[in-house]
């Protein structure tokens, strides 16, 4: 749990990946529109993908030839009652 927990937040510490996130909150969106809201190299654009995917942040289902891209609301819910249990722990 502790891995997975390092991983959801290491996705979370860079401000295009946190961007990506806020902007598949309003529904799933291709590689291609993701890519339309950032000024990036593929290349860079394919990497903090590859960062959300491993750490479990996000989907993705291939379309024909798109990479569909889904928030997984659930993996980021459990790294933060992660979080906030680690106040209720007791030193």
Do not use: W
Request: net charge positive.
């Amino acid at each position: 749990m502790e891995r997975r927990l390092n991983a959801v937040f290491e996705a979370l510490a860079h401000p295009v990946r946190r961007r990506v996130l806020t902007l598949l909150g309003d529904g799933p969106l291709s590689a291609g529109d993701i890519a339309g809201h950032f000024d990036l190299t593929k290349p860079t654009l394919s990497s903090h993908f590859a960062k959300l995917r491993e750490a479990g942040l996000v989907t993705v289902d291939r379309q024909g030839t798109s990479l569909i891209y889904h928030l997984n609301l659930s993996v980021l819910e459990q790294a933060l009652a992660g979080l906030l249990s680690l106040g209720d722990k007791k030193h």
